[in-house]
Every structure is written in structure tokens, then in C-alpha cells.
T-cell receptor
């Protein structure tokens, strides 16, 4: 089965450090999402790419978060500097616009900022 | 403001019993509604997708209904199994054309006990 691959699976870092999370979407998918999930807020959309172009990043704190797709096989989410409130599970999902299929989620990166 | 509310927040049922989860939304203009199952520590997995013209869709023991007039959806699980223990998330997309705004419910946590 095709999968969305996220790395790393777990990351523990100190406050103030830079964190980079990576996502390899399913080959052929043209839509990529970054989500954050916490117990308090549930799933929140951070950023949304279509054909590698950012369509919506209004859910992302722009002063410290940045999301990019340097090529069709890689999406990155960077936090600099990280803060304890950024601790969450970060999911990447990909899909193909115009199909009736759901988005496929990766297994997530569990980030802990201490 | 686009909102998706799910009920109940949590539910415990005996193995073999049926249950129904609810999702109410105020998203506009409605595009589609998806139900996802999320096992602990994993990414969400798509169960069903419904557009405006569809009012019921099944996936095995899962049956989703949609009433676009009252803006309500339900997910019915028949003959529950222990493996159904998970969080069930309702996701509603708004908009048309190339851009859609995605709003997540906070989920219903289902526990099936023997």
C-alpha cells in the first residue's frame, strides 16, 4: 500500500532550538497538508499545498513556523525557535484533488519541547 | 465561523453492540464531509466521504449518513469489535474549485469492551 512517510517519528528538543519535520507524500498526490494535534485543540490545519504552491497557511504562527515543498517528493515543516507550547503530534497528509478518495495521513511526528 | 461539533465526546460499549456517533456542522458553502478513524498513536484513516447529493454511504460495518438541510451527519457502527476502539473524527470541507477550507471536529473516543 502507498504510504505517507514522516520523519522523525519522535523528537525531543530544548526550547529555542530549531526543529525540522519531513514528509514524503504519496507519489502522484498533488495536495499536501500539515496538521497539528493536541489533546486540548484536536486536529488543526497548519498549511496546505497544491502542486507544491502554498494555498493556505493561515493556521500557522508565521513568526516561528515555515512550511515548504522543495520538490514533489518532500514537504518540510520548520519551527524556529521552538517553544514548549509547540509540543504536539504533527501530521502530514496527501491527496489527489478531484478524486473521491480521502486524504492519506502519515503516522505523525511526536514533538516534545522541554 | 466554520465549526464542526461531535457528540458524544466519549463512549464505552460492549463488544457486539451497535452505536451511533453524531456530527453537526456550520460550515459553508459545504463541499464534502469525511469520517476518519484514528487509532492511538497513528494517523487518521479515511472511512467515508460524502458530497452534498449523497445521504448515506457504507464501508463494511460503518455507515455514514448526511442531512445537508439540517447540517448533520452520523456514523453508525454495527456489531462492534474490539478493534473499533479508536477516535472517530468528522471533517467538513467548505468552498469550491481549487481551494477548500477544512474544519475538523474534536472527535469521539470510542472504547469497545469485551
Amino acid at each position: 500500500d502507498a504510504r505517507v512517510t514522516q520523519t522523525p517519528r519522535h523528537k525531543v528538543t530544548e526550547m529555542g532550538q530549531e526543529v525540522t519535520m519531513r514528509c514524503q507524500p504519496i507519489l502522484g498526490h498533488n495536495t499536501v497538508f500539515w496538521y497539528r494535534q493536541t489533546m486540548m485543540q484536536g486536529l488543526e490545519l497548519l498549511a496546505y499545498f497544491r502542486n507544491r504552491a502554498p494555498l493556505d497557511d493561515s493556521g500557522m504562527p508565521k513568526d516561528r513556523f515555515s512550511a515548504e515543498m522543495p520538490d514533489a517528493t518532500l514537504a518540510t515543516l520548520k519551527i524556529q525557535p521552538s517553544e514548549p507550547r509547540d509540543s504536539a503530534v504533527y501530521f502530514c497528509a496527501s491527496g489527489l484533488q478531484g478524486t473521491a478518495n480521502g486524504y492519506t495521513f502519515g503516522s505523525g511526528t511526536r514533538l516534545t519541547v522541554v | 465561523k466554520n465549526q464542526v461539533e461531535q457528540s458524544p465526546q466519549s463512549l464505552i460499549i460492549l463488544e457486539g453492540k451497535n452505536c451511533t456517533l453524531q456530527c453537526n456542522y456550520t460550515v459553508s458553502p459545504f463541499s464534502n464531509l469525511r469520517w476518519y478513524k484514528q487509532d492511538t498513536g497513528r494517523g487518521p484513516v479515511s472511512l467515508t466521504i460524502m458530497t452534498f447529493s449523497e445521504n448515506t454511504k457504507s464501508n463494511g460495518r460503518y455507515t455514514a449518513t448526511l442531512d445537508a438541510d439540517t447540517k448533520q451527519s452520523s456514523l453508525h457502527i454495527t456489531a462492534s469489535q474490539l478493534s473499533d476502539s479508536a477516535s472517530y473524527i468528522c471533517v467538513v470541507s467548505a468552498g469550491s474549485g481549487g481551494y477548500q477550507k477544512v474544519t475538523f471536529g474534536t472527535g469521539t473516543k470510542l472504547q469497545v469492551i469485551p
